[in-house]
């Protein structure tokens, strides 16, 4: 009775004598054979509820059914969930995420409506499986060709939570964040993409130097992922900009070469960094000759 499922319980022997004796006394073979996830007694999701989400993940990985009776204790054992640790749900959550299909596996938590008894207002939807296959297919031609495309089938945690709690307001979120105990530096970039969605709008109005500073301060996670969680928001633009230009673009001169220009450690080294970072981005600064000039006049101020 220990066990979750019924094709979960076979065992062979491997003695000589007896090897390849199959020993299945619950069915397991023929529900295997049925592609059946079973579960031994009625009370299997008292005992563990997350065998629930269990069920849904093999359901999917396997390309097998929940038989309806499984169904059926499933409905009635639901909120048990509620009692559950966010240790264990997170653990849970983080099985998924390494799943070959993780949407497939979300869509049909959604149907059984598990996601809402363990968090309110939690669900998944087609907006959050689009935004997974982009993210993915971004990862995949970020950290390689097609063919070791199943060296790179799971994407960062931090991106996998982002999409899952993308329709949470604030307030949910942070609730959402304590409920399953995440990281500090998780619950952090989660918490950084709702102020990120909502700079969104300004961003387009701002000079080219105000905008980069305003990006400068979120993880990059926050900001791939506002690319393919928000396609046609106002202000996306800015943030495809920053990426592929204004991000790296920074002064060739560093605080040693300001110290060999006589200028004094502190504060200044960065007003001066700034002013010259400023100058790349809105295109007063061309080259590295163009840089030194420009330096040459800015320091005139300070002598």
Not at 184 to 193: C, G, H, M, P
Not at 245 to 263: A, F, Q, V, Y
Request: charged fraction near 30%.
């Amino acid at each position: 009775h220990r066990r979750d499922f019924t094709i979960n319980t076979m065992a062979m022997r491997l003695n000589s004598r007896h090897h390849g004796e199959l020993y299945d006394f619950w069915g397991g073979l023929a529900d295997l054979k049925q592609k059946r996830i079973r579960v031994l007694h009625s009370l299997s999701f008292v005992d563990d509820p997350t065998r629930m989400l269990r069920a849904a993940r093999f359901e999917q990985r396997f390309h097998f059914h929940i038989e309806s009776r499984t169904l059926v204790l499933i409905k009635e054992a639901c909120d048990l969930l509620h009692q559950v640790s966010g240790d264990r749900l997170r653990h849970e959550f983080n099985l998924i995420f390494q799943e070959d299909d993780p949407p497939a596996v979300f869509h049909r938590l959604e149907e059984l409506q598990l996601l809402a008894a363990i968090i309110p207002d939690l669900h998944w939807g087609k907006d959050q499986t689009a935004a997974w296959q982009k993210i993915f297919r971004t990862s995949a031609v970020q950290h390689g060709p097609a063919e070791k495309k199943k060296e790179i089938k799971t994407m960062p945690f931090e991106l996998c939570w982002l999409i899952l709690f993308r329709e949470l307001d604030s307030a949910g979120l942070k609730a959402a964040c304590s409920r399953l105990k995440l990281p500090a530096k998780i619950s952090r970039i989660l918490i950084d993409q709702n102020e990120l969605t909502s700079l969104l709008p300004d961003l387009a109005a701002l000079p080219v130097d105000e905008a980069v500073k305003s990006l400068d301060r979120f993880d990059e996670t926050n900001l791939e992922a506002a690319l393919a969680l928000y396609p046609e928001k106002k202000g996306i633009e800015i943030i495809q900009k920053y990426l592929d230009n204004w991000k790296n673009m920074r002064p060739t001169i560093n605080g040693r070469d300001l110290e060999r220009m006589g200028i004094p450690r502190g504060p200044l080294f960065r007003t001066i960094l700034d002013e010259v970072r400023k100058a790349w981005l809105t295109g007063e600064i061309q080259d590295a000759a163009g840089e030194r000039e420009f330096l040459k006049k800015y320091l005139e101020q300070f002598r």
